[in-house]
């Protein structure tokens, strides 16, 4: 069980978050407000009921929600009200730097304009609370025709982006798909990120490095199915933005206390923790920390692990990283904990 000095100090703590869909941080109240707002209808009577149909079986299960659910994104403003909602959120977790995904082509195949979904949330992160940047996401199950074209709408807003990622649907859509797109990103200066071992075989988390050159794995939990994977990861010092409630909802592990958290800080891997899609699985950045540190046997030093390495993994400039980091050490220094102590 969590006591009250862990809890404060994984609540307190400064950390950055690395793996969250802007579309998934859309609350059912939300959902309803855009929806009255912009004359959507919707399949379900009330918040209570869309909260009700919350109950994932698997990934897929999830998705098809998620995509409803961002149908009622139409203007400017809703992509503004929906990132500021996140980014006032996560400033009371005490999250200083969130990079933040966003797919593009669930909105543009409903005929919202590019530069609509892009200014809206653009205009959050330059009037929000924390410090923020965007991701660009390919939805993998499309083809890889749609993500070029996709890219080609994205170059006008090419500074607005400092990244691309892959998400949705894995299984059946293996990175490698993505091989021509990604290096064109490459090519680009865009940072390089995808979705792999979430529900996908560690094989995909091979050629996401591999093929894509990707410098993050998005979940990657299923590495420590491949040990010889395992090791590499450790090696070469590759990130995974973990996301503990979401593995949870969508059944990658049964329960919390089965998550695989411990194992991969124990390997040596730069694992962080993340929220994934917080509005669907229960919880933003500090409660997915209060739910592992309370299911596993995580000390204080796992804890300033995972905040330092929060701020390793992200893109940050060398120096904003550096002041990052200092306040985690200046926060540790002071947390009266000693590193060792269980909890
Ligand atoms: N957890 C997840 N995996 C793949 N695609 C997603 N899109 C939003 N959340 C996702
Ligand atoms: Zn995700």
């Not at 407000?33 to 209570?48: C, H, I, M, T």
């Not at 809703?78 to 797919?103: G, P, W």
């Not at 030093?301 to 330092?308: M, T």
Request: net charge negative; hydrophobic share 45%.
């Amino acid at each position: 069980m969590l006591n009250d000095q862990m809890r404060n100090i994984v609540q307190q703590m400064p950390k950055a978050e690395l793996h969250i869909h802007i579309e998934g941080s859309l609350e059912p109240e939300l959902i309803f407000a855009l929806a009255q707002r912009n004359g959507v209808s919707l399949a379900y009577a009330s918040v209570e009921e869309l909260r009700a149909a919350y109950a994932f079986s698997d990934l897929q299960s999830f998705l098809d929600i998620y995509y409803a659910g961002a149908s009622v994104l139409l203007k400017e403003q809703d992509f503004y009200d929906m990132t500021m909602a996140y980014l006032v959120r996560s400033h009371a977790d005490n999250v200083r730097h969130a990079e933040i995904f966003f797919d593009p082509q669930t909105h543009t195949a409903r005929g919202v304009p590019f530069d609509t979904m892009i200014n809206g949330i653009w205009r959050a992160c330059q009037d929000g609370p924390i410090s923020a940047t965007l991701i660009m996401c390919f939805l993998r199950h499309l083809s890889e025709d749609d993500a070029i074209a996709t890219l080609e709408e994205a170059l006008p807003f090419r500074d607005k982006i400092i990244g691309v990622g892959l998400d949705s649907s894995e299984r059946g859509h293996p990175p490698e798909k993505f091989a021509r797109v990604f290096e064109r990103c490459r090519q680009l200066g865009l940072r390089l990120v995808a979705h792999a071992g979430e529900e996908g075989p560690p094989a995909y988390i091979e050629t996401a490095l591999d093929v894509l050159n990707v410098e993050r794995i998005d979940h990657g939990v299923r590495c420590l199915e491949d040990p010889e994977l395992t090791a590499r990861l450790a090696r070469e010092q590759i990130a995974l933005t973990v996301c503990p409630l979401s593995n949870v909802k969508l059944r990658v592990f049964g329960e919390m206390e089965e998550h695989n958290l411990v194992t991969l800080l124990e390997a040596g891997l730069v694992a962080t923790v993340n929220s994934d899609d917080p509005a669907y699985f229960g919880g933003y950045m500090n409660d997915n920390f209060v739910a592992v540190f309370d299911a596993l046997p995580l000390t204080v030093a796992h804890a300033r692990q995972l905040a330092r390495n929060s701020f390793t993994a992200a893109f940050l400039e060398p120096e904003a990283k550096r002041a990052f980091l200092a306040e985690v050490d200046q926060f540790f220094a002071g947390a009266g904990a000693s590193p060792g102590v269980a909890i």
